[in-house]
Nanobody
Framework: VQLVESGGGLVKTGGSLSLSCRAA????????IGWFRQAPGKEREGVSS???????YYTDSVKGRFTISRDNNLRTATLQMNNLKPDDTAVYYC????????????????WGRGTQGTVSA
């Protein structure tokens, strides 16, 4: 499974970034797709996911600021990140998970290579 990420970059506090992920060689119809992130010196954490039935998960720290969406026909998912904070600085990894399961490591089937998002103070 190949996941191709785009987006990321450098913004100031309060700014926005949009991440996109395209599944190059697999249908999304029955999979959950979303993002993890890993900040320097910290463990990788689940940020947000959206299931094939559009059930959405957000970690508490991004609720109200991040919005996830998916397009099964285009095999893409998008994470719109608004009102960004320095604590959001991390490498963001797109991932595909097992449908119907929690958005945690044991249920992740494939990873993207990651894209850097940096928020300056």
């Amino acid at each position: 499974v190949q996941l191709v990420e785009s987006g990321g970059g450098l913004v100031k506090t309060g700014g926005s970034l949009s991440l996109s992920c395209r599944a190059a060689d697999v249908t999304l119809d029955y999979n959950t797709i979303g993002w993890f992130r890993q900040a320097p010196g910290k463990e990788r954490e689940g940020v947000s996911s959206i299931s094939s039935t559009s059930d959405i998960y957000y970690t508490d720290s991004v609720k109200g600021r991040f919005t996830i969406s998916r397009d099964n026909n285009l095999r893409t998912a998008t994470l719109q990140m608004n009102n960004l904070k320095p604590d959001d600085t991390a490498v963001y990894y797109c991932a595909i998970g097992v449908g119907g399961e929690p958005w945690i490591y044991p249920y992740i089937r494939a990873w993207g290579r990651g894209t850097q998002g940096t928020v300056s103070a």
